[in-house]
């Protein structure tokens, strides 16, 4: 059964760093891209961004280059969220999710919480 | 950047009927479209790719039309569990794969 299982949700205050995870299960993790999709309170999805766990590839919306970070290690079928500096603004739920064939997400994390707050 | 629209914002249906939802493109993006549904609470569930195709699982009562700019999504006879928020997303052009702003499918 294919699975996403993202890290739990987090409380930071603004400035801080963060890194949140999505480890995926019963499939092979490096042949599919994963995707990285924002949904802000009572908002509607946003893409982040995509990478291919195999080698690394990563793109970025243009609304989020330079805003975060998408990494994936590989060994341990995991991808990777991250923040340097966070923002109120950043308060939502994250999702990873798998692409097919580089196109449409059809299995979804249960989605992260990041709520940052002073 | 491609933008996508989604009509109506809100649409009130009563179960057993049916329920028509539009989403169009700011240009073509042939058939390379998605439309998932959302849940309170719950991450989105992807129902229909190559704008007509449905997903495993995904009930006939689903189908999708179009190519193009200009796509449907209905719901042939409602019922309780597909009252939810739906959205269309492109995949012609990269970057960014766009959504639309979604649209809430209520009881009426």
């Known amino acids: 059964e294919v699975q996403l299982v993202q890290s739990g949700a987090e409380v930071k205050k603004p400035g801080e760093s963060l890194k949140i995870s999505c480890k995926g299960s019963?499939?092979?993790?490096?042949?599919?891209?994963i995707g990285w999709v924002r949904q802000m309170p009572g908002k509607g999805l946003e893409w982040m961004g995509i990478i291919y766990p195999g080698d690394s590839d990563t793109r970025y919306s243009p609304s989020f280059q330079g805003q975060v970070t998408i990494s994936a290690d590989k060994s341990i079928s995991t991808a990777y969220l991250q923040w340097s500096s966070l923002k109120a603004s950043d308060t939502a739920m994250y999702y990873c999710?798998?692409?097919?064939?580089?196109?449409?997400?059809?299995?979804w994390g249960q989605g992260t919480l990041v709520t940052v707050s002073s | 950047e491609i933008v996508m629209t989604q009509s109506p914002a809100t649409l009130s249906v009563s179960p057993g009927e049916r329920a028509t939802l539009s989403c169009r493109a700011s240009q073509s993006v042939s058939s390379n479209l998605a439309w998932y549904q959302q849940k309170p609470g719950q991450a989105p569930r992807l129902l229909i790719y190559?704008?007509?195709t449905r997903a495993t699982g995904i009930p006939a009562r689903f189908g999708g039309s179009g190519s193009g700019t200009d796509f449907t999504l209905t719901i042939s006879s409602l019922q309780s569990e597909d009252f939810a928020v739906y959205y269309c997303q492109q995949y012609n052009n990269w970057p960014p794969y766009t959504f639309g702003q979604g649209t809430k499918l209520e009881i009426k």
């Open positions: 999710a798998r692409l097919i064939a580089a196109r449409h997400l059809d299995y």
């Open positions: 019963g499939y092979s993790f490096t042949n599919y891209w």
């Open positions: 190559g704008a007509s």
